[in-house]
């Protein structure tokens, strides 16, 4: 079975940048669709990102433009570059594996990290 670990937590600055990983212990196959998910205190778990392994990416509206998403194959690792970050942009940032395929629902994802937090300061 694939495992996920996160990391690159940070207290930040608006208008600074972070880069979070997230590693996988197993094999990912090509049929798998990576993403990255967040929740903010009192709120629900929202899709941030996601990965087709065929190189296809999606982005929630809040985050286009800013943050990017990407893949290193040989050390099985997602990541996800975010820049330009905003305070409502704190939240505790999970990755997420759906076996079936695309799917922006966390109730769809069968496989979770532990999640990492982000607090960017005004």
């Known amino acids: 079975q694939v495992q996920l670990v996160e990391s690159g937590r940070g207290l930040v600055q608006a208008g600074s940048s972070l880069r979070l990983s997230c590693a996988a212990s197993?094999?990912?196959?090509?049929?798998?669709?990576m993403g990255w998910f967040r929740q903010a205190p009192g709120k629900e778990r929202e899709f941030v990102a996601g990965?087709?392994?065929?190189?296809?990416?999606y982005y929630a509206d809040s985050v286009k433009g800013r943050f990017t998403i990407s893949r290193d194959s040989a050390k099985n690792t997602l990541y996800l570059q975010m820049n330009s970050l905003k305070t409502e942009d704190t939240a505790v940032y999970y990755c997420?594996?759906?076996?079936?395929?695309?799917?922006?629902?966390?109730?769809?994802?069968?496989?979770w990290g532990q999640g990492t937090q982000v607090t960017v300061s005004s």
């Open positions: 197993g094999r990912i196959y090509s049929s798998h669709f």
């Open positions: 997420a594996v759906n076996r079936q395929g695309y799917s922006r629902g966390s109730e769809d994802y069968d496989i």
């Open positions: 990965l087709r392994l065929s190189g296809n990416t």
